[in-house]
């Protein structure tokens, strides 16, 4: 059915030179699935019936790294492309959940192959074109069904980090796995916890930043899965809020509200934890729901959590910042704004416009009427920075050395130039030289800034 993958001419350079010296030689995972799928490829693996010693032997004029020499596999390094390249191995008893303890290696491509986690990356491909598909890997691709080579529990008990391969293969692609694999998802979905933070939280992000048609149905179905790595997010599954600005439980709400925004990582991330500190933060009076404080509490989990999961400083500092600012109010209104824009920032206002609109897309209908507001404010904030309207102290007409003659010194200087700063972005004054001198010493501010 298929007669060629289209492997890159180094890739099968590798695997001629492979066969040269008597070895088999194979695509295999990503490089063979992807194509069949006709989406791009991104890394090169290569498994081949030599044994390590004599990989590195064939590969001995080129740049070769040992990459996992212990695990049998080299990464060889051309002009034009990198590929790691791994001897056929059986995997020995797993004591962490992650890694066999040792490796065995063969002479047998099937035996290899029976050790792989889903049948789809399971498929080998020779440089000819010839396909090695011992578990209907193919019959799965073209159904996009995600099944495990062999028991499930058990391939997920070996490495549990493939349960969140798994979710990621659905969030990205769009798979649908058979009933046996997801049962054992739901089932084996403690062992997350034996899993290093770094690995979850690539994992996770990958899986957030997934195509949205197919992230939904994934948050749905596995929230007892993601509930392992962030636990509040298993109170938030059905929990009604009983208000007028919203037809969806929190979690459904969540879902729809990460689903509405762009998948960059930081902003998907907001959107997952910006409403999860509001099951401890509910209160019902006057007939209603009410959250208040909520969006702090939901700042101090999503720092926790992203902490625990060891994600970087920045990436948390932009998420931590809209999670805490989600539900504050935005206007149309340029004196608002260029103070906005004056406080936070031009990629943080744009985006807490973002995380806005996304937010008010997922309630009922009556928020949904702020949605115009934003886009109103969005084109203003463009308008402002456009015609390169004043709202920072690098854009005022006056500094420290016109204050210094003056006679301010000290912090004063600085409430001085504050005080200005507003005066101009609240139009009270004009953004010149002199006026602001005469505006300045009209207004008598003194030298502890009062006037």
Not at 62 to 83: D, N, P, Q, R, Y
Not at 179 to 190: I, Q, V, W, Y
Not at 384 to 407: Q, R, T, Y
Not at 413 to 424: C, T
Request: charged residues 30%; hydrophobic residues 35%; neutral net charge.
């Amino acid at each position: 059915m298929i007669k060629n993958i289209g492997l890159p001419e180094f890739v099968e350079e590798i695997l001629k030179k492979l066969e040269a010296e008597g070895f088999e030689a194979y695509g295999i995972g990503g490089c063979v699935r992807n194509p069949l799928m006709g989406i791009p490829v991104s890394d090169y693996d290569v498994t081949t019936s030599a044994m390590p010693e004599e990989i590195k032997r064939v590969f001995g004029g080129m740049k070769i790294v040992e990459t996992g020499i212990k695990h049998g596999t080299v990464t060889v390094i051309s002009e034009h492309g990198t590929a790691e390249i791994t001897a056929f191995r059986t995997d020995g008893q797993y004591k962490d959940f992650r890694h066999p303890e040792n490796v065995s290696f063969t002479r047998n491509l099937e035996e290899d192959l029976k050790r792989r986690d889903f049948t789809v990356n399971a498929i080998a491909c020779s440089w000819k074109g010839k396909i090695i598909d011992p578990y209907n890997g193919i019959a799965d691709l073209e159904k996009m069904r995600l099944r495990c080579v062999g028991d499930g529990e058990k391939r997920f008990e070996e490495d549990a980090l493939r349960i969140m391969r798994g979710l990621r293969f659905m969030s990205q692609y769009g798979f649908v796995p058979e009933r046996s694999t997801k049962n054992a998802l739901h089932k084996k979905k403690e062992l997350l916890r034996e899993i290093s933070p770094e690995r979850l939280n690539c994992e996770l992000t990958k899986i957030l930043c997934g195509k949205s048609e197919y992230l939904a149905p994934v948050l749905r179905e596995y929230n007892d899965v993601f509930s392992v790595i962030i636990p509040e997010i298993n109170k938030c599954v059905g929990f009604d809020q009983h208000t007028h600005y919203h037809d969806r439980d929190v979690w459904e709400h969540t879902i729809s509200a990460l689903c509405g925004i762009e998948p960059i990582p930081y902003l998907r991330l907001a959107m997952l934890f910006h409403d999860l500190g509001k099951p401890p933060c509910y209160k019902f009076y006057n007939g209603e729901g009410h959250f208040k404080g909520h969006a702090s509490v939901s700042g101090d989990i999503c720092q926790k959590n992203m902490e625990q999961l060891h994600y970087d400083s920045v990436t948390i500092k932009k998420t931590v910042f809209l999670v805490e600012r989600h539900d504050m109010i935005m206007k149309d209104d340029p004196v608002m704004i260029k103070k906005h824009l004056m406080r936070f920032g031009e990629e943080q206002y744009f985006d807490l416009l973002k995380v806005h609109i996304a937010d008010d897309n997922a309630k009922a209908k009556v928020a949904m009427n702020r949605i115009p507001v934003y886009n109103a404010a969005k084109c203003t904030a463009e308008k402002i920075l456009a015609e390169k309207e004043c709202f920072s102290l690098k854009d005022l007409k006056v500094n420290g050395n016109d204050m210094l003659k003056l006679g301010y010194k000290g912090a004063d200087i600085g409430k001085a130039l504050d005080f200005l700063l507003n005066s101009v972005i609240e139009e009270k004054c004009t953004n010149t030289h002199d006026e602001l001198i005469i505006y300045l010493r009209e207004k008598n501010i003194n030298k502890s800034g009062n006037n």
